[in-house]
């Protein structure tokens, strides 16, 4: 690499960013599930959408059709500010949290997080943040026409995202 002002130019297809961040909540009871919709649209400000089933499980009394849960897809700054505002709220990561490309983790109750106050009508409730990563380039994985996949070099590892998490966020590994 060429070096200008004792420093390295980096590539910048190489640059990872955050692709999206999703908060989920599930539940089977109608009750907990209006209430976990009520807890996403505080926490994004965004209105959540309803999950449905597609099997049927009989033993967990579920059929096809039922909602059992809801979530919310946060891309671009909107994601990076409520991420950011949920992590002041944990006080570390687990490195078995992080797969290459993304990370998850849950919130057991959401008064953890400090931005947001108690909520009388919501009660208390967790949910889970699932966070996926991408690089320039990852386009050619979805797109409709000449679809290919992406070189094994190119892809996120599992160090990188723990790396790129360390670097963005001021919580704790371990």
Partial sequence: MEQKNNKKIQNLM?????DSVTLHCSTADPQKL???FKLLKVITGKT?????TR???PTFKIRPGLEIGCKVTLRKEKAI???TAILMGIPKLNKKQFCPGSFAFGIK???EIPSIPYQRDVGMLGFEVMVALKRKGFRIARRKLKTRNI?????ISKD?????FKQNFKTPVE
Avoid: N, Q
């Avoid at 959540?48 to 449905?52: A, D, L």
């Fill in 48 to 52: 959540p959408v309803k999950t449905i």
């Fill in 109 to 111: 109750e959401y008064i």
């Fill in 34 to 36: 209006e209430r976990s």
């Fill in 14 to 18: 190489r640059e990872i960013k955050i």
């Fill in 160 to 164: 990188e995202t723990i790396e790129f």
């Fill in 151 to 155: 070189g094994i070099k190119h892809k």
């Fill in 55 to 57: 099997k049927r499980i």
């Fill in 81 to 83: 500010e409520v991420l």
